[in-house]
């Protein structure tokens, strides 16, 4: 076979390893996760291995601990030996991933690992791209050169940050994309890279467009986390003040465990024809909420009622009872572009995937809330 060049054809796509036909391979549930270390990692971990997966994930060398959400599984290991395994790898380290793609032939890949912080995207925008961005690149090119194309169904990571300056409201899988961060930019690309693999290699490969989660896992630098683990603390009397950054953001904040589910039931084919290409989908609870709700009801679980004055950068909260000042602005966190609000339509998951959140607005609060409660009160320094 020569080409007019006098090159010899290439195939489709480049398949070195003696795989059994798609039917026979998709006999196996073996999940490969990067970010397994993250908040939504933990979570689909415990999903995957409960429906009788083999789990494997991607972990960073670090020089601290990264592994603690991990913790309880690893103590169940004796339950179900050789279902759950870590790999050091990196969505920055190309020959890793083809690596470990290639000696685990998984059925289902979840792209859940970037550098995730919006905030710290600003500064460190050129590692944002290469991981978030060029990573998400590596991962499906991984699949594409084990000739897995055909045998390994692509979850990506997508985000409501895509939506960024409002377009439209509630956002959903027809809104334009505006991003506002380094991160959101990066994310685009994400985006558009894994349609692009769809249609150009009919890889069976989606974007679930998430809208923030959140859980008592979520990492102490996000708002919520870093808001409930305060109140607790101040409850408890070891700390006097929360410093906090822009008030009015508005977040369509659902719980971690129940988008789990919805990333899963995406890469089932759950209400797709069977000549239909598979699509992306919107997480989204259809609420929206201001920060500044967020903290109101945090103090109120621990039933501190909070009076507000002052405005701008003088806005501050006092508790009622004792009038100290609990809630105050530090500029440092505010953000170069702001997402103003995010408001989010999940109607086509809910139709096509069955996919509903099951936890409110007040049950997270009060759940994340209660969890840094026990945590302080323990002496808990978790790693999130
Ligand atoms: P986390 O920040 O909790 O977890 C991020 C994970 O990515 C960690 O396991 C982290 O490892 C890993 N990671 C970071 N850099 C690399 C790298 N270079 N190579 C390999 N792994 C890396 O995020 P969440 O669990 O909250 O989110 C999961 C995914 O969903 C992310 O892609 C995020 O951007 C996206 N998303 C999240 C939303 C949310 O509200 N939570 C909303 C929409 C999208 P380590 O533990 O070592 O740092
Ligand atoms: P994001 O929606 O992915 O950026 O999630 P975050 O939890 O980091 O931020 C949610 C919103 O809270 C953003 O609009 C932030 O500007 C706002 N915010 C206000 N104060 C803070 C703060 O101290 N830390 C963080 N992370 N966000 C804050």
Not at 56 to 79: K, P, V
Request: aromatic share 10%.
């Amino acid at each position: 076979q020569r080409n007019k060049e006098g090159l010899g054809e290439l195939p489709a796509a480049f398949a070195p390893l003696n795989l059994p036909p798609p039917e026979e391979y998709f006999q196996r549930k073996v999940a490969l996760i990067s970010g397994i270390t993250g908040q939504d990692g933990s979570y689909l971990t415990e999903f995957l291995l409960e429906k009788g997966y083999t789990v494997h994930g991607i972990i960073r060398r670090s020089s601290s601990f990264n592994t603690g959400r991990l913790h309880h599984l690893y103590e169940d290991q004796h339950e179900r030996p050789n279902k759950f395994h870590l790999h050091y790898g990196d969505l920055t380290d190309s020959t890793a991933l083809v690596f470990l793609m290639a000696r685990i032939l998984p059925t289902e890949v979840y792209n859940l690992g970037a550098q995730s912080h919006v905030k710290v995207s600003f500064s460190l925008a050129e590692y944002t791209a290469d991981v978030d961005a060029i990573g998400t690149l590596r991962l499906l090119d991984a699949i594409r050169t084990c000739g897995l194309t055909k045998h390994c169904r692509f979850y990506q990571a997508s985000t409501s940050e895509l939506y960024g300056l409002v377009q439209e409201v509630p956002q959903s899988e027809t809104t334009p994309f505006y991003p506002r961060s380094p991160y959101g930019v990066a994310k685009l690309y994400a985006y558009w890279i894994t349609v692009n693999y769809r249609e150009a290699y009919g890889m069976y490969a989606v974007n679930g467009i998430l809208f923030n989660h959140e859980s008592p896992r979520r990492g102490r630098t996000f708002v919520t986390r870093k808001i409930t683990r305060a109140v607790a603390e101040i409850y408890e009397k070891k700390q006097a003040c929360l410093w906090l950054g822009n008030l009015d953001a508005q977040r369509d904040w659902g719980h971690a465990n129940d988008y789990i589910e919805g990333m899963w039931l995406m890469l089932q084919g759950q209400g797709l024809k069977p000549e239909e290409p598979p699509t992306d989908f919107v997480l989204a609870t259809g609420e929206t909420h201001p920060v500044r709700e967020f903290v109101e009801k945090a103090f109120g679980v621990v039933g501190i009622k909070l009076a507000w004055s002052g405005s701008g950068l003088d806005e501050e909260a006092r508790d009622v009872n004792t009038g100290k000042v609990v809630v105050k602005i530090d500029p440092q966190y505010f953000r170069p572009a702001e997402v103003e609000l995010l408001l989010g339509n999940p109607a086509k998951a809910e139709r096509m995937l069955g996919w509903k959140r099951k936890v409110n607005f007040e049950d997270l609060v009060k759940e994340m809330v209660e969890a840094d409660l026990t945590a302080v009160r323990n002496f808990v320094e978790d790693q999130n």
